[in-house]
């Protein structure tokens, strides 16, 4: 099974507008070491690479590290096709609507 696939040009201007819009671990609300983590893995569906529904926003922090555990369920070849579900954080700079 292939792992890596070449990225586009357009991942990482696509990569940092997504931060912009969702700078916080979805699964915990972590601030730091964030990745933009595919839904559906490039590998498995290079069309996808792209789709902005296709990213959610997971962290890399030691101790609990969503990204790996939550979604790739704690083995990299995997991934967590419910993790929009499971991922609920909503933005922690947003105030709520009174």
Do not use: Y
């Amino acid at each position: 099974m292939v792992l890596f696939l070449r990225r586009s040009p357009k991942w990482g201007p696509l990569r940092a507008s997504h931060l912009r819009l969702e700078g916080w671990c979805r699964f915990c609300g972590g601030l730091v070491r964030l990745q933009v983590h595919h839904i559906i893995p490039v590998h498995v569906d290079p069309a996808l690479e792209l789709d902005p529904a296709n990213l959610i926003t997971l962290c890399e922090n030691p101790g609990h590290n969503c990204h790996l555990l939550k979604g790739h369920l704690g083995d990299w070849s995997k991934w967590n096709p419910d993790i929009r579900a499971l991922a609920t954080i909503p933005d922690p700079n947003k105030k709520p609507a009174s």
